[in-house]
Each structure stands twice: as structure tokens, then as C-alpha cells.
């Protein structure tokens, strides 16, 4: 199994640290394109921006696909390198991959008590080799009511996080600004939005919503790919 397939399976067993991925909601059938827009401010004071598009679908079973490799630049007809699929009702999910036609399949365990649920992270990321801060940051919360996104009812909030700049040795505060639109009805956000004064602007939002169900083999492994089990951590089972 190659690398790239790795990190994917690890990345879908644990929760996102930014933005999310459709939940596998029953009842609740759609389909659209995840765009995700980062602008960040070069050292000449030059913008560069980076769009990535993928595609997402969910049946009235809670199944999903998932295009999960970015396609920063490609045609949009161009075959996506991996493809999550996601069955909740057999508790399996598949990651295809298209170049060698091998779909890796894990068998998820049953959730504890109380379901399963996807979390978020709102607070600052800090790179490698860099020393996080001493002290506590400041958090702040606010509504942002409701409004009409994409035909769709959404709820939003904002939630800013700020590390003082004594906590970190002088400079400037650290702050973080995520915003997040929450649709009831897909169970899932619509737009989310994070501005970070170190490292720029990112936004995640859903375009070309289709409310009807998508086509059934979307969600079958192709006759023509061989299925190869792995454990619940990637690794082949023992």
C-alpha cells in the first residue's frame, strides 16, 4: 500500500483538525463540490492563492464517496488518484485507488456507547520546531444567526482564539478566527472559514448542491478492483 493511501486511511479514522467531511447522516441525500480557497501573503507582499476542488456524495443510507486527493489545477472531468467510500450500515470503508485499481478495505468496530461523533479544531496550529506558547490563549464565542447559503438554511458561529504576544517572548498576539455555518438539514457545515495572522486564510465551503440521490454503483467497489483487507489502523490484519 502506498504512502499516500496510508496517511488517507489515518486521516479518515480520526477527527479533521480544520474544516469536515460529510457525515455518514441517513435521510439525507445530496451531493456537491468541497472547495477549499487558501490565500496567504508572500515575503514580497504578493497574494498567492491555492483552490482545490473535490467531490462529495451521500445516498439516503448514509453512504458516502469522497474524491479525497486534491485537484489544485486539473480538468475537472480528470479520474480523482483516491476515493473514500464509506458504508455505514456494514461498517466499512473503502479507499480506492485508481492508478493500481486496489481497494483497501477496513471493517470498522462498533461505536461505545453514545454513537460516534466528528470534532473540530479550533485552536492555532503550530509547526514543526516551533515552541508553542506559555500560558492560556483567550477564547471568545459569538453567534452569528441565521442566513440562506446555496438555497440552504445555516446557523453560524465564530469563535476567536488569541495568544497574547507576552506569551510567546514579545511581537504581536497570535489570533485565530474561525467562522462556521451550520446546515441542520445536510448535518454538516456549508462554509467554514478560518483567518490565522501568521498563516493566512482558508475557506472551506460546498458549491453546486444537488438534493436528490445519487447513483447507487457510485457507492460499489468496480468489478474490475481488487480488494485488499487492512486493519482499523491500516495496517494488513494478523
Known amino acids: 500500500m502506498s504512502t499516500r493511501v496510508s496517511l488517507v486511511l489515518m486521516c479518515a479514522l480520526c477527527p479533521a483538525v480544520f474544516g469536515q467531511s460529510a457525515g455518514p447522516l441517513p435521510g439525507a441525500p445530496f ?24 467531490r462529495v456524495y451521500r445516498d439516503s443510507a448514509g453512504r458516502l464517496w469522497q474524491d479525497i486527493t486534491p485537484r489544485a489545477g486539473a480538468p ?17 470503508i473503502y479507499a480506492l485507488e485508481t492508478p493500481t485499481r486496489a481497494a483497501h478495505r477496513i471493517l470498522l468496530p462498533k461505536p461505545p456507547d453514545g454513537g460516534e ?11 514543526a520546531g516551533q515552541a508553542r506558547p506559555k500560558g492560556k490563549p483567550d477564547f471568545k464565542s459569538e453567534s ?4 440562506t447559503m446555496q438555497g440552504i438554511e445555516v446557523q453560524g458561529s465564530r469563535t476567536t482564539t488569541t495568544w497574547p504576544a507576552e506569551a510567546q517572548g514579545g511581537g ?14 445536510l448535518g ?28 447507487a454503483s457510485l457507492f460499489m467497489v468496480p468489478a474490475d478492483f481488487h480488494v485488499e483487507d487492512m486493519g482499523f489502523g491500516g495496517e494488513p490484519p494478523k
Request: aromatic fraction near 4%; charged fraction near 25%.
Open 172 to 185: 504581536q498576539d497570535l489570533v485565530s478566527v474561525n467562522e462556521m455555518w451550520i446546515s441542520r438539514e
Open 31 to 54: 451531493s456537491a463540490d468541497q472547495v477549499t480557497i487558501t490565500t496567504r501573503t508572500q515575503a514580497d507582499g504578493k497574494t498567492a492563492e491555492l483552490r482545490e476542488s473535490r
Open 188 to 215: 454538516m457545515a456549508v462554509l467554514i472559514k478560518r483567518s490565522d495572522s501568521r498563516l493566512g486564510t482558508t475557506t472551506q465551503q460546498l458549491e453546486n448542491i444537488q438534493r436528490k440521490e445519487p447513483d
Open 117 to 127: 461523533a466528528m470534532g473540530f479544531g479550533y485552536g492555532i496550529p503550530f509547526p
Open 76 to 92: 475537472p472531468d480528470m479520474e480523482p488518484v483516491i476515493i473514500m467510500i464509506t458504508d455505514p450500515v456494514e461498517r466499512v
Open 144 to 147: 452569528l444567526g441565521t442566513q
